[in-house]
């Protein structure tokens, strides 16, 4: 996935489930998301992410 791709609040796919993207640092290719299933936000590199046209759809359920 490329950093210039991604927004703010868009729903990518990492670990095998989706995610929503928080904030972008397009100088360390860096994205902090929200992962609801830990509860948590986490600081991931691009590179672990995966655009996923099923996570598009505003839901923690694959359509």
Not at 46 to 63: A, G, R, T, V, W
Request: aromatic letters at 10%; one cysteine or more.
């Amino acid at each position: 996935m490329n950093i210039e791709d991604v927004r703010h609040g868009e729903w990518v796919e990492y670990h095998k489930h989706p995610v929503e993207v928080l904030s972008i640092d397009k100088q360390h290719n860096m994205v902090t998301i929200y992962d609801a299933r830990s509860q948590s936000k986490v600081d991931v590199h691009i590179d672990e992410l995966k655009d996923d046209p099923q996570c598009h759809c505003d839901s923690y359920l694959y359509f």
